[in-house]
């Protein structure tokens, strides 16, 4: 049996294969991080791998799973290690990360995580939870009191289980011993997830203790992040492969595409890493960077993964390798959503969406049609409503927003063009299966997903040019399927 990854077994790593060259031991935890998945070890811990090299320092991380003891079973065992594949078209490149330096999972120990939180040491609080992490409502941005891991928390302050709840129970504990609070450091694909977060701590802390509340608001730093990296969730296929490599098995492996990008709003309670020396852009409005990733990348991502999975495309690279859908997506960034945009200072634009087609069709990556299109009810509001919003306020078209709108709907409905059952991942799941199979005729079904207050909101759901638009791209590929849907939209396009 191969031996797993470890600091006893990484003196055997090939030489190709770079690995920590600080001292693990002599650093000290400065960040606890809430969501420990695949993107957060492929992306700030390694620009906080970065910086330990450069500096040492008390910057390591410990990592917390929220939903279950899964990447802590991984990664315990070796030491908090793992392995970074980045793969490019030119091929794959090893790299073994160590900033991550304890594991844990919240719910076997809430109290050992809020006394995690409280110790003055941790002076950073870094998120990534996906969207439904914040028991919010995406469509208004506020805070859902009857969510029921909310109402759990304020029934029971001492041991939470949501992300908020966590966060709350940290910041009061260092409250009542007279210490700073920690910067709340969200790297979540949501529109000013900075100020979305602020705004849903105060909510809950409000419910609890005015005084709390306001000590938050004066005293607490939110700064808003940009983050770009695209990360395919890891198969035991890749697994076997790194083994081959490495020589030992990695439980916790992540990859990656060779890109990545940070934007941070300069705005810390206590200090911080130099990230900007690992790459990172320090800036003091994130927001054009926010909306250009959330509308061109995140946007014709979800826009792929709807229409690709319809068309039994397995992933967004065999989706690019249609030329129809390439055409669709590069329509798409120039037409409805790049329009929308006020472009941060020297932004390239063209550059950027070029960019992004060629990242999209890397064939080193096996991003899944599926995993994009989990969640979708709590991406949309993010990801293409904003795009509408403003697209309809200018009177202007919104025939490929409208068809990304209906490929979703299609995909919640939970069957496919050949009849087969989707698999649909979201939080309401069962309520937009219900909706589809209630609305029988695509003006019901359309009718019925815009009175879903979650997602739309009442004047944007009102209005009849996306109404109409919406119906009659879901008639299309309901009739005729998502390929012909596609062509027939850039023939009228004329593209």
């Known amino acids: 049996m191969t031996k797993r990854l470890s600091e006893a077994t990484r003196g055997a790593l090939p030489r190709e294969v770079a690995q920590p060259a600080y001292d693990r031991a002599a650093c000290g935890i400065g960040i606890v991080h809430l969501g420990l998945g695949a993107f957060h070890r492929a992306h700030q811990a390694v620009y906080t791998d970065d910086i330990l090299a450069k500096h040492s320092g008390d910057w390591a991380i410990h990592g ?63 998120i990534t939870v996906t969207e439904k992490g914040y028991c919010h409502d995406p469509a208004s941005g506020k805070l859902r009191p009857e969510h029921p891991d909310i109402t759990h928390d304020l029934a029971n302050p001492g041991r939470p289980r949501s992300l908020p709840g966590f966060l709350l129970a940290g910041l009061r504990a260092r409250r009542a011993a007279g210490a700073k609070p920690f910067t709340l450091l969200s790297c979540d694909n949501l529109p000013h997830n900075g100020r979305l977060l602020r ?80 790459g990172a852009e320090m800036v003091r409005d994130v927001a054009p960077y926010e909306e250009m990733k959330l509308r061109l990348l995140n946007g014709s991502h ?49 550059g950027y969406k070029a960019a992004l087609i060629e990242r999209f069709a890397n064939p080193g990556l096996q991003h899944r049609t599926w995993q994009i299109a989990m969640d979708g009810s709590q991406k949309l509001p993010q990801r293409l409503l904003g795009s509408l919003r403003q697209r309809l306020d200018d009177g202007a078209p919104i025939d490929i927003l ?19 059952e989707i698999d649909v991942r979201d939080p309401l799941a069962a309520r937009l299966g219900a909706v589809y199979a209630a609305g029988a005729a695509p003006a019901g079904i359309v009718e019925g997903f815009l009175g879903i207050s979650e997602v739309f909101d009442a004047e944007l759901a009102a209005d009849p040019r996306l109404r109409a638009a919406v119906t009659a791209a879901l008639q299309s590929l309901v009739d005729h399927g998502s390929r012909a849907t596609v062509a027939a939209a850039l023939q009228r396009l004329e593209v």
């Open 302 to 350: 979800s826009l792929l993964a709807y229409l690709g999975y319809l068309a039994g495309y397995e992933t967004v690279a065999d989706t690019m390798a249609d030329a129809d859908f390439r055409r669709l997506a590069k329509c798409f960034m120039d037409r409805e959503a790049g329009p929308t945009l006020k472009l941060p200072a020297g932004a390239d634009l063209e």
């Open 402 to 420: 409208a068809l990304a709108v209906a490929a979703w709907i299609r995909y919640a409905g939970g069957q496919d063009e050949s009849g087969r």
């Open 64 to 126: 917390v799973s929220l939903r279950g003891p899964g990447v802590r079973d991984q990664l315990a065992p070796q030491g908090g290690l793992y392995t970074l594949a980045e793969r490019g078209p030119e091929g794959e490149a090893l790299r073994v990360i160590g900033a991550v330096k304890a594991v844990t999972f919240a719910a076997e120990s809430p109290e050992a995580l809020i006394q995690r939180l409280a110790a003055p040491q941790t002076r950073i609080v870094s």
């Open 199 to 278: 705004g849903l701590i105060l909510e809950l802390a409000a419910l609890e203790d005015p005084g709390l509340a306001a000590w938050i608001e004066d005293e607490a730093r939110f700064p808003a992040t940009m983050i770009d990296r695209i990360v395919p969730a890891t198969t035991e296929a890749d697994r076997a492969r790194a083994e081959e490599r490495l020589g030992l098995r990695d439980e916790g492996l992540v990859v990656a595409e060779p890109f990545t990008q940070w934007v941070i709003e300069e705005d810390f309670a206590d200090g911080r890493p130099p990230w900007e020396e690992a």
